[in-house]
């Protein structure tokens, strides 16, 4: 049986290795490739040129028209961020920008068709994945998957302090 340090250990190091194990590689992008597979064949350089938190606030702009202001508080991101973002979309074909009746400095943002192609790709890709990570953690007990969601509840709550995590326990 391995002591309370030496599970630590193995927890931290087997956190780190899933991350390193789940992130792109330089083979290629399975996600871009599996909404390449499902989008016409003008739009795969879009897809892989485009960033993730641009893919993102694709799907947030399809689930209904935002104005930059609105998709930055809707996404938890800065303004400036978001706008470039958009601009970015907006280039690529897949969000245009119309102006609000009555009010000359509000704009709205809504999917080209080529942005709906890519947004219900994108869903798509999501659902999938979810599908597969539920398969994946049916296979442990209710009491596994509480230790787990706590574990993660916790770590998500978290703050860092220069290269340390550290518990928020306040």
Known sequence: MKTKSGLVDAVNMLVGAVGDKFDADEDGDPERDFMIQR???RLE?????LPTLS????AAIGEGPSSVVGLAARSGQLKGTVSKHVQRLVE??????TPVPGNRKEIQLHLTADGALVCAAHRELHRE???GMREFLQRYSNADLQVLEKVLRDLLA??????RIVADDG
């Open 39 to 41: 989008c016409p064949k």
């Open 45 to 49: 350089g879009v897809i892989h040129r």
């Open 55 to 58: 893919m993102h606030l694709l």
């Open 92 to 97: 690529a074909g897949l969000v245009e920008r």
């Open 129 to 131: 994945m979810d599908l």
């Open 158 to 163: 978290a703050r860092k302090v220069g290269v």
